[in-house]
Protein backbone atom coordinates (compact mmCIF):
# COMPACT_ATOMS: atom_id res chain seq x y z
CA UNK A 1 0.00 0.00 0.00
CA UNK A 2 0.75 3.99 0.05
CA UNK A 3 -0.12 6.85 1.24
CA UNK A 4 0.01 10.17 -0.50
CA UNK A 5 -0.20 13.62 1.20
CA UNK A 6 -0.29 16.44 -1.78
CA UNK A 7 1.13 20.16 -0.56
CA UNK A 8 2.14 23.11 -2.38
CA UNK A 9 -1.38 24.40 -3.59
CA UNK A 10 -2.40 28.31 -2.79
CA UNK A 11 -3.63 31.44 -4.27
CA UNK A 12 -2.36 33.03 -7.42
CA UNK A 13 -3.02 35.61 -9.32
CA UNK A 14 -3.22 34.50 -13.26
CA UNK A 15 -0.49 33.95 -15.28
CA UNK A 16 1.93 33.09 -12.11
CA UNK A 17 3.15 29.34 -11.02
CA UNK A 18 2.50 26.95 -8.55
CA UNK A 19 4.36 23.90 -7.92
CA UNK A 20 2.35 20.57 -6.36
CA UNK A 21 3.72 17.85 -4.22
CA UNK A 22 2.95 14.53 -3.02
CA UNK A 23 4.62 13.01 -0.68
CA UNK A 24 4.08 9.10 -0.68
CA UNK A 25 4.82 6.64 2.22
CA UNK A 26 6.26 3.03 1.23
CA UNK A 27 9.37 1.65 -0.47
CA UNK A 28 7.69 0.30 -3.31
CA UNK A 29 6.79 4.05 -4.63
CA UNK A 30 8.73 3.49 -7.58
CA UNK A 31 6.42 0.63 -8.47
CA UNK A 32 3.23 3.10 -9.42
CA UNK A 33 2.36 4.80 -11.98
CA UNK A 34 0.63 8.12 -10.56
CA UNK A 35 -1.02 11.15 -11.77
CA UNK A 36 -2.93 14.16 -10.73
CA UNK A 37 -6.36 15.21 -11.21
CA UNK A 38 -8.35 18.26 -10.30
CA UNK A 39 -11.87 19.09 -9.06
CA UNK A 40 -13.55 21.99 -9.42
CA UNK A 41 -16.69 22.96 -7.37
CA UNK A 42 -19.66 21.44 -8.88
CA UNK A 43 -17.72 19.31 -11.40
CA UNK A 44 -16.81 15.71 -12.06
CA UNK A 45 -13.06 14.85 -11.19
CA UNK A 46 -10.68 15.63 -14.28
CA UNK A 47 -7.36 13.89 -15.37
CA UNK A 48 -4.64 16.49 -15.42
CA UNK A 49 -1.37 14.35 -15.81
CA UNK A 50 -0.16 11.01 -15.42
CA UNK A 51 3.43 9.32 -15.47
CA UNK A 52 4.22 5.20 -15.97
CA UNK A 53 6.15 3.39 -13.16
CA UNK A 54 8.84 2.45 -15.34
CA UNK A 55 8.91 3.73 -19.01
CA UNK A 56 8.40 7.34 -17.27
CA UNK A 57 6.00 8.44 -20.09
CA UNK A 58 4.12 11.19 -19.55
CA UNK A 59 0.37 12.29 -20.14
CA UNK A 60 -1.53 15.38 -20.14
CA UNK A 61 -4.63 16.49 -20.49
CA UNK A 62 -4.72 18.89 -23.91
CA UNK A 63 -5.80 22.07 -22.09
CA UNK A 64 -2.50 22.08 -19.72
CA UNK A 65 -0.17 20.92 -22.39
CA UNK A 66 2.61 23.18 -22.61
CA UNK A 67 1.81 24.53 -19.17
CA UNK A 68 2.00 22.05 -17.00
CA UNK A 69 5.29 19.38 -16.21
CA UNK A 70 4.78 15.98 -13.70
CA UNK A 71 7.65 14.34 -13.28
CA UNK A 72 8.72 12.35 -10.13
CA UNK A 73 11.43 11.54 -7.25
CA UNK A 74 11.48 7.73 -7.04
CA UNK A 75 14.62 8.44 -4.20
CA UNK A 76 12.45 10.89 -2.64
CA UNK A 77 8.89 9.21 -3.18
CA UNK A 78 7.86 12.18 -4.16
CA UNK A 79 6.01 13.51 -7.50
CA UNK A 80 5.53 16.79 -8.72
CA UNK A 81 3.52 19.28 -10.78
CA UNK A 82 4.80 22.14 -12.03
CA UNK A 83 2.17 24.68 -13.27
CA UNK A 84 2.85 27.72 -15.36
CA UNK A 85 1.06 30.35 -16.92
CA UNK A 86 -1.96 29.40 -14.51
CA UNK A 87 -5.26 30.35 -15.50
CA UNK A 88 -8.58 31.17 -13.72
CA UNK A 89 -10.08 27.96 -15.29
CA UNK A 90 -7.65 25.75 -13.35
CA UNK A 91 -8.94 26.78 -10.03
CA UNK A 92 -9.59 23.20 -8.49
CA UNK A 93 -8.52 21.16 -5.54
CA UNK A 94 -5.74 19.49 -6.92
CA UNK A 95 -5.63 15.15 -5.86
CA UNK A 96 -2.29 12.94 -7.05
CA UNK A 97 -3.49 9.07 -7.11
CA UNK A 98 -1.37 6.07 -7.66
CA UNK A 99 -1.97 2.92 -9.42
CA UNK A 100 0.32 -0.70 -8.75
CA UNK A 101 1.29 -0.84 -12.48
CA UNK A 102 3.37 0.27 -14.99
CA UNK A 103 0.98 1.64 -17.34
CA UNK A 104 -0.35 5.33 -16.43
CA UNK A 105 -3.56 6.19 -17.17
CA UNK A 106 -6.48 8.46 -17.46
CA UNK A 107 -9.80 7.03 -15.83
CA UNK A 108 -9.83 7.99 -11.98
CA UNK A 109 -11.15 4.60 -11.25
CA UNK A 110 -8.34 2.53 -12.26
CA UNK A 111 -6.35 4.51 -9.05
CA UNK A 112 -6.31 2.86 -6.14
CA UNK A 113 -4.88 5.10 -3.64
CA UNK A 114 -5.44 9.16 -3.08
CA UNK A 115 -4.32 11.93 -1.85
CA UNK A 116 -6.80 14.13 0.39
CA UNK A 117 -6.16 17.20 -2.37
CA UNK A 118 -4.87 20.77 -2.12
CA UNK A 119 -6.80 23.86 -2.94
CA UNK A 120 -4.99 25.98 -5.80
CA UNK A 121 -7.19 29.12 -6.99
CA UNK A 122 -6.11 31.24 -9.68
CA UNK A 123 -7.15 34.91 -9.31
CA UNK A 124 -8.08 36.77 -12.32
Known amino acids: QVQLVESGGGLVQAGGSLRLSCAASGRTFSSYSVAWFRQAPGKEREFVAAISSISGVRYYVESVKGRFTISRDNAKNTLYLQMNSLKPEDTAVYYC?????????????????WGQGTQVTVSS
Open 97 to 113: AARPSTVAVTDPGEYGF
